[in-house]
């Protein structure tokens, strides 16, 4: 379940009852933050508390690159509703948690056998993908990441967004090329829109 949703059931369930965020570490030279969320009811009683740990230059989070602090706060809201019970009926981690955490799985088998097909001769290392969560895209090999945006198909793959939206798609890569290309999406925006049209601006 996601943050937002985790939210929502808590503002019905407990309207008198409140979220407090406080930043544990916020370390600028090593991008490191920590945030602790409490839950307290209507008479000042602890109720839950939840941790997170995020770091700035994380390669495996296109979030963290501009929004480490908030994604590190949201990530421990969620934690502190699921120590109430609010979301847990699958897993405990938040549905953010679980993408990243799948998309670093993914990454790491897809180098893994990037780097031993290059041992063994079978590719050159120059068409390699040489860094484990790198977002450098081998176009041939289908790659998928989760979208960076904060608001409209958050958490959601591109490819995701090709196949149900892609208007949305395209008219990101139209007016918004160069922040795509800053948060390490923009081939793989490319790929995925060419897959469907032939789209003018992708090539």
Not at 29 to 55: C, W
Request: aromatic share 6%; net charge negative.
């Amino acid at each position: 379940m996601e943050v937002k949703d985790r939210v929502m059931v808590f503002r019905k369930n407990h309207p008198e009852w409140a979220i407090i965020t406080q930043i544990v570490e916020n370390n600028e030279s090593t991008g490191s933050v920590i945030f602790k969320v409490i839950i307290e009811d209507e008479r000042g009683r602890i109720r839950g508390t939840g941790h997170a740990h995020e770091f700035k230059d994380d390669k495996s989070s296109m979030v963290n690159k501009t929004s480490h602090l908030e994604n590190c706060e949201t990530s421990a809201i969620g934690r502190a509703l699921a120590s109430l019970g609010i979301g847990i009926e699958s897993s405990y981690a938040t549905y953010d948690e679980v993408l990243i955490a799948k998309d670093k799985e993914s990454r790491s088998a897809e180098v893994a056998e990037e780097r031993k097909m290059v041992k063994e001769g079978v590719i050159k290392q120059s068409n390699a993908t040489a860094e484990v969560g790198k977002t450098a895209v081998n176009l041939g090999k289908n790659h998928d990441v989760v979208w960076p945006g904060k608001k409209k198909h958050s958490g959601k793959t591109i490819s995701w967004i090709a196949d149900n939206d892609l208007d949305y798609l395209k008219k990101s890569l139209d007016e918004n090329a160069n922040q795509l290309e800053s948060v390490g999406v923009l081939d793989v925006v490319k790929h995925f829109v060419n897959l469907k049209t032939d789209f003018p601006e992708a090539k």
